[in-house]
């Protein structure tokens, strides 16, 4: 546990897509926006595809070799029941954000971040009630 873990009693991965993922999210809002407002909308709207993809895989890649080099063997990835509702969640908010883009003729409006948002809260809501009253087991235990 980590010490905000214990203060909120949350788990890791609750830890990570609440408070951890807003804090690190807060500052491409304000970037998106204020780049959005000079009147770069496109741009604005790659940026908040990129930079995360950006930082996932970068953050993956760069760990992932490191660990390797230090280690000398591939990282033990424990797959876990909030893993796999994190997964779920991702894959389809990704169709239902297809579906929803392409009902409104792929216009990002009103409609698209009212869904958007709904479904975040959605998912941590999900992710809240399966810490609270489900325990968190290794579904794949880490070797």
């Known amino acids: 546990r980590t ?3 214990t203060v909120f009693d949350v788990g890791h991965t609750v830890l990570g897509i609440t408070i951890l993922a807003v804090g690190i999210g807060m500052q491409d809002l304000v970037t998106n926006v204020g780049v959005a407002r000079a009147g ?3 741009m604005a709207a790659v940026a908040c595809v990129g930079a995360p993809l950006l930082n996932m895989l970068l953050g993956l890649g ?6 390797n080099l230090v280690v000398a063997a591939p990282y033990p990835m424990p797959m876990t029941r909030q893993l796999v509702m994190c997964i779920m969640f991702l894959s389809g908010s990704v169709v239902v954000a297809l579906l929803v883009l392409a009902a409104s003729d792929f216009r990002g409006g009103a409609v698209f971040g009212i869904t958007m948002v709904s479904l975040y809260v959605a998912f941590i809501g999900v992710c809240l009630v399966n810490q609270a009253f489900f325990q968190d087991t290794y579904l794949v235990p880490a070797e």
Do not use: F, K, N, S
């Open 3 to 5: 010490p905000a873990g």
């Open 40 to 42: 770069l909308a496109r």
């Open 62 to 67: 760069i760990a992932a070799i490191a660990g």
